[in-house]
T-cell receptor, first 116, second 113 residues
Framework: SAVISQKPSRDICQRGTSLTIQCQVD?????MFWYRQQPGQSLTLIAT?????????ESGFVIDKFPISRPNLTFSTLTVSNMSPEDSSIYLC?????????????FGPGTRLTVT | QQQVKQSPQSLIVQKGGISIINCAYE??????FPWYQQFPGKGPALLIA?????SEKKEGRFTISFNKSAKQFSLHIMDSQPGDSATYFC????????????FGQGTELSVKP
């Protein structure tokens, strides 16, 4: 499976500011995703990070609020813009690989964001 | 129709017992069903996964049972250990949806020594 790292691991931010989260994978992958996990809740897909083109956002998530970059096949960033306390969540990147013949999805350790 | 419903929300099992977590789905187009294990402060880790062409898959102490007609699948943890105490998520996806995973609500498992 791919080794995925995220920076920062956690942060406390003031409302109205923005935070950029980085996701680095140790091998080239086609598919990268960003999920949100609100406190004590399940995971919700924010968007698919497409290399060389605009990200594909899920219903309820917009590019102005969550701009995503994917400059190459091993790296992506997610920015949480103009933050409010409701944005306090764990943000996770994931990648899809076919190491075992299946398209399996692996997650990074997450970035725990608290907005005050 | 995109939902995956997971139960129970929490589960307490004695060491050595069998933990059973159930999931149900509506969309028959789902064709991939993974289970993830998440410890506090960590990202979800892929535990085991199944496709609808088989009814059961076993990896060590973990078994997925799949009932296509009932649109249900379950995770069985045999000989449960305190180290298995974590939150478990089922999920589902469709091949033509580009890997988008729909997650269940999660089950918090506690294995008592």
């Amino acid at each position: 499976s791919a080794v995925i790292s995220q920076k920062p691991s956690r942060d406390i931010c003031q409302r109205g500011t923005s935070l950029t989260i980085q996701c680095q994978v140790d091998s080239q992958v086609t598919m990268m995703f960003w999920y949100r996990q609100q406190p004590g809740q399940s995971l919700t897909l924010i968007a698919t990070a497409n290399q060389g083109s605009e990200a594909t956002y899920e219903s309820g998530f917009v590019i102005d609020k969550f701009p995503i970059s994917r400059p190459n096949l091993t790296f992506s960033t997610l920015t949480v813009s103009n933050m409010s306390p409701e944005d306090s969540s764990i943000y996770l990147c994931s990648v899809e690989t076919a190491d075992r013949g299946l398209d399996e999805q692996y997650f990074g350790p997450g970035t725990r964001l608290t907005v005050t | 129709q995109q939902q995956v419903k997971q139960s129970p929300q929490s589960l307490i099992v004695q060491k050595g017992g069998i933990s059973i977590i159930n999931c149900a789905y509506e969309n028959t187009a789902f064709d991939y069903f993974p289970w993830y294990q998440q410890f506090p402060g960590k990202g979800p880790a892929l535990l085991i996964a199944i496709r609808p062409d088989v009814s059961e898959k076993k990896e060590g102490r973990f078994t997925i049972s799949f009932n296509k007609s009932a649109k249900q699948f379950s995770l069985h943890i045999m000989d449960s250990q305190p180290g298995d105490s974590a939150t478990y998520f089922c999920a589902a996806s469709m091949y033509n949806q580009g890997g988008k995973l729909i997650f269940g609500q999660g089950t918090e498992l506690s294995v008592k020594p």
